[in-house]
C-alpha cells in the first residue's frame, strides 16, 4: 500500500509539474505579445520622439529588435560594433547577412506578413561585411528577400535654388546624369533666384537666373524626359521677399520675416503673384506644384490672427491657396505634411482637404517611423487617397557639412523604400513617389551647406538605390559608369570610405575636381585644429592669455611654430584652386561665399595668431609680476579685482 501510494504521489506530483510549465509558457508569451507592443507604442509616441531628436538609441533598439517568432528562419545576430556597411557579392537567390555585421529586424503589419530588412540598410539584398573585412562566420540563411523590392513610380530630384545657385550648363550635365540614374523628375525650389517681374523684382537675387535660362532650364529636363514641379512658398519660409522693406507689413510677426500673415487680403495678392509668374514660365509642363506651407512657427500672433482658431488659419490659407492653383492654372496643389500632425483628422475630413492638396511626409532620418508614427500614417490614411514621400541626399544632418554622410542618406532613401511599401497598402492608391531632396541652406539666413558638385556620389547612390529597390554589389557596375569611373574593379567601403573619396579618385562626373578638393580640405581642417587645440590651447606658451598680454618666451613660440607655415600654405592653396574647380559651376558670388565661409575663418585665426608671435617676439624686457587684468576683463569682474 506504501508503494502504492508513492507512485500515486509521484505521479501528482509530474502532473503538477507539467501544469505549472505550461502556465508558465503561456503567461511568458502573452508577455512578451504585450510588453512589444508596449514598447512599440512608446517608441513610436508624440512626446518619446520629441524628447529624443535622432535614431533610437542601441537600448531602445534592442527592445524592439526581435518578436518572438516559431516560424522565423534565422538565429539572432549580434550588432555591429564597427560602424557603417560594406557591401559584398551574393550567389544565387538566397540573401544571407554574415554574423556580427548586423541585426536583422521584423516589423508586424496590419496582415501579419514578415519584412525582414538589414537594421541599417532598409530592403536590401545583400550579404553585409565590416569595412572592408569579410566576415569568416558562417551565413545564416534569412530567406527570400525579392518580394521586399518596392520602386517609387516617380523619382523626383530637389534642387534647393535658395543657395549656390549652379550655372545653366552644369544643370544640364546633371540633369542627363540624374536621368540616367532612374530620376523621373525634378522638383525645382527658385525662391529668389526666380526672374521675378513688377513689384516682387525688390527681393529678386541680384545673380538670379534671366527668362531665357529658366526656359533653357525647363527644355533641358524636358529634353531628358523628367517632368518639372516647381516649388513656390506660400505660407512659411518666405524670409526671402518678407526681409525687404517693401512687404516688411505682411509678416505675422512684425521682427521676424519667416511667415506672412493669413488674415490679410494683401498676403494673398501678393502669393498668387508669385504663383502666376512661375507658372506662366513653366506653362505647359506642369502637372503639380508645389506650396511648401512647412515649419510656419510664427502663426496666429498678429491682433487679426489672434480673434481665429490657429488650425483653422492654418487650413483656410492652405485651401485658398489650394484652390486658387487648381482652378487658376489646372495643376495639383502638394505641401509638406508637417503641420497636419497635429490636426485632427476630423477636421480634415470635414473640410474636405483631400480635395485640394496631396501631402508630401518628410523625414531625412534614418529611422523614418520616429518621425512619421503609426498614428501619423493612420490619419493621412484616413483623409488622402495617396501621400508622397521625401528623403534626402544632402543638407540633413548639419548646417556646416562639406560632404554628406553617404551610408545615413542611403539608410534613410532605402528605410524609406520600406516604409512606402508598408504603408501603401492602407492608402486607397499608392503613393505618388518619392522626392529625393538636396537643401543648400536651412533656411534663407543659413550659411551654405553641402555643395552640389560634393554630393553627386550620394545623390547618385541613392538614385539608383530607390530606382532599383535596394543597393548592393550588383549595382556597384551602373554606379561607376553613371559616376564615368575608369575601372570597374574598386569596391564600395563606407566603413573606411565614408565619402567615397577613395572609390572615385579615378571618375569624371560633374563636379568631381571640387568633390576631391573638398575631401582635401577635410585633411586640412584636421590639420587645422590640431594646430589650434595642441599649440595653441594645450601648451602654455600661445593660450589667449599670453597673446592678450603680449608675454610669452620667444624661444618656446619659434617651437610652437613650427607647424604654422605647412597648416597656412595647405588653407591658402584653396584660395587659389577652389575658383579654378568651380568657375564653370557657380558664379563668383557663391565662389566667394563658400570661401569666406569654409576657409577664410581659419586662415583669419592663424593670421592673427602670427601678428600676435610678431609682436611678442619684438620684446626684449618683460613685465614683472603679476600682470595687470585686462581692462575688458575689470568691467565685468570689478568686484574679484578689488579683492586683491
Known amino acids: 500500500a506504501m508503494a502504492t ?142 518580394n521586399t523590392i518596392y520602386v517609387p513610380p516617380k523619382r523626383i530630384v530637389h534642387f534647393d535654388l535658395k543657395g549656390a545657385p549652379p550655372k545653366v550648363e552644369y544643370l544640364k550635365e546633371v540633369f542627363k546624369l540624374i536621368s540616367n540614374a532612374g530620376a523621373t523628375g525634378v522638383l525645382l525650389e527658385w525662391e529668389d533666384m526666380f526672374p521675378f517681374t513688377g513689384p516682387l523684382a525688390s527681393f529678386r537675387a541680384k545673380n538670379s537666373y534671366s527668362e531665357s535660362d529658366v526656359k533653357a532650364i525647363l527644355k533641358s529636363i524636358s529634353d531628358c524626359n523628367m517632368e518639372v514641379i516647381p516649388l513656390v512658398q506660400t505660407f512659411g519660409h518666405l524670409e526671402f521677399a518678407l526681409k525687404t522693406e517693401q512687404w516688411t507689413h505682411l509678416r505675422e510677426v512684425e521682427n521676424i520675416p519667416q511667415a506672412i500673415c493669413p488674415s490679410l487680403n494683401e498676403s494673398m495678392s501678393f502669393l498668387q503673384n508669385m504663383i502666376d509668374q512661375v507658372m506662366n514660365l513653366h506653362s505647359g509642363s506642369v502637372k503639380y506644384l508645389h506650396i511648401g506651407c512647412d515649419e510656419v512657427f510664427q502663426l496666429g500672433m498678429c491682433e487679426l490672427c489672434r480673434k481665429k482658431v490657429r488650425d483653422m488659419l492654418f487650413l483656410d490659407h492652405t485651401v485658398n491657396v489650394a484652390k486658387y492653383v487648381k482652378t487658376k492654372h489646372l495643376v495639383q496643389p502638394l505641401i509638406w505634411h508637417d503641420m497636419l500632425v497635429h490636426i485632427p483628422a476630423s477636421i480634415l475630413i470635414n473640410i474636405e482637404f483631400d480635395k485640394w492638396v496631396e501631402p508630401v511626409v518628410w523625414v531625412y532620418a534614418e529611422d523614418v517611423y520616429r518621425f512619421a508614427s503609426m498614428e501619423m500614417w493612420r490619419k493621412l490614411q484616413a483623409v488622402f ?62 550659411i551654405l551647406c553641402e555643395l552640389l558638385p560634393s554630393s553627386i556620389p550620394s545623390l547618385i547612390m541613392n538614385l539608383v538605390a530607390v530606382s532599383n529597390g535596394y543597393f548592393d554589389s550588383r549595382l556597384q557596375n551602373q554606379y561607376s559608369d553613371l559616376l564615368a569611373c575608369a575601372s570597374r574593379s574598386t569596391d564600395i567601403y563606407l566603413g573606411s570610405d565614408p565619402y567615397l573619396l577613395d572609390f572615385v579618385r579615378f571618375c569624371k562626373f560633374p563636379g568631381v ?29 600661445l593660450t589667449d592669455y599670453n597673446r592678450n598680454h603680449n608675454f610669452s618666451s620667444s624661444l618656446r613660440t619659434d617651437e610652437i611654430m613650427m607647424d604654422f607655415p605647412m597648416v597656412y600654405s595647405y588653407l591658402t592653396n584653396f584660395i587659389e584652386d577652389v575658383p579654378k574647380s568651380l568657375e564653370h559651376i557657380f558664379d563668383n558670388h557663391t565662389i566667394v561665399e563658400w570661401l569666406e565661409q569654409r576657409v577664410y575663418p581659419m586662415i583669419q585665426k592663424l593670421e592673427s595668431v602670427q601678428k600676435s608671435v610678431e609682436i611678442i617676439k619684438q620684446k626684449k624686457v618683460w613685465d614683472v609680476r603679476p600682470l595687470p587684468p585686462l581692462p575688458d576683463f575689470l568691467k565685468h569682474y570689478r568686484r574679484y579685482a578689488d579683492r586683491g
Open 5 to 146: 501510494f508513492r507512485k500515486q504521489r509521484s505521479l501528482i506530483v509530474f502532473v503538477i509539474l507539467i501544469i505549472g510549465v505550461i502556465v508558465y509558457s503561456v503567461q511568458y508569451v502573452n508577455f512578451n505579445n504585450h510588453y512589444e507592443k508596449n514598447e512599440i507604442a512608446k517608441l513610436n509616441s508624440e512626446d518619446h520622439r520629441h524628447s529624443h531628436g535622432g535614431a533610437l538609441s542601441s537600448d531602445e533598439f534592442s527592445r524592439v529588435q526581435f518578436i518572438h517568432n516559431p516560424n522565423l528562419r534565422f538565429q539572432p545576430l549580434p550588432s555591429s560594433k564597427n560602424g557603417p556597411l560594406v557591401f559584398k557579392n551574393v550567389p544565387g537567390n538566397k540573401y544571407t547577412a554574415n554574423h556580427g555585421s548586423s541585426y536583422i529586424k521584423r516589423l508586424q503589419v496590419t496582415d501579419n506578413k514578415n519584412y525582414y530588412i538589414p537594421a541599417s540598410g532598409g530592403p536590401q539584398s545583400f550579404s553585409l561585411n565590416v569595412d572592408g573585412h569579410p566576415s569568416k562566420s558562417e551565413n545564416t540563411p534569412v530567406g527570400d528577400m525579392e
Open 385 to 446: 487617397p495617396s501621400y508622397w514621400g521625401a528623403s534626402a541626399f544632402k543638407g540633413a544632418f548639419g548646417e556646416t557639412l562639406n560632404l554628406p554622410p553617404i551610408q545615413r542618406h542611403l539608410d534613410n532613401n532605402l528605410e524609406w523604400l520600406r516604409v512606402m511599401k508598408m504603408e501603401n497598402r492602407n492608402f486607397k492608391s499608392s503613393a505618388q513617389g518619392l522626392i529625393i531632396t538636396g537643401w543648400q541652406r536651412y533656411d534663407h539666413f543659413a
Open 513 to 541: 575636381e571640387f568633390f576631391k578638393l573638398v575631401g582635401k580640405l577635410e585633411n586640412a581642417r584636421k590639420q587645422y585644429e590640431d594646430f589650434v587645440v595642441t599649440q595653441l590651447t594645450a601648451k602654455g606658451w
